[in-house]
């Protein structure tokens, strides 16, 4: 069965950094493209970070573009978000997805076929 299995949260300091990875088993990982959302209890999913298919191409949400960095390793199945210059706003649990779509990135939760078990970030003021 497919798994997506996120890793590297944890408690950071304002300013800090975290890099959270995302192994993905029983799909074909060059098939999909990837992306990060994050969830804050009471609120809905939101998206952060997606990579096509091919790695060509990437998208971010205003509220982390210039601090974020997403990246796939197609070799090891693995899905990655560099997080730079961390923020208290940006404490969630961080989700990995996988979305079958031929080109391009959604930022739409809906588009997603695949989810992680989410993986926790606190930002400490």
């Known amino acids: 069965q497919v798994q997506l299995v996120e890793s590297g949260g944890g408690l950071v300091q304002s300013g800090g950094s975290l890099r959270l990875s995302c192994v993905a088993s029983?799909?074909?990982?060059?098939?999909?493209?990837m992306n990060w959302f994050r969830q804050v209890p009471g609120k809905e999913r939101e998206f952060v970070a997606g990579i096509s298919r091919s790695g060509g191409s990437t998208y971010y949400a205003n509220s982390v573009k210039g601090r974020f960095t997403i990246s796939r390793d197609d070799a090891e199945n693995t899905l990655y978000l560099q997080m730079n210059s961390l923020k208290p706003e940006d404490t969630a649990v961080y989700y990995c997805?996988?979305?079958?779509?031929?080109?391009?990135?959604?930022?739409?939760?809906?588009?997603?076929?695949?989810w992680g078990q989410g993986t926790q970030v606190t930002v400490s003021s």
């Open positions: 997805g996988a979305d079958r779509r031929l080109v391009g990135i959604s930022t739409s939760i809906r588009d997603i076929d695949y």
């Open positions: 029983g799909l074909t990982f060059i098939s999909y493209a």
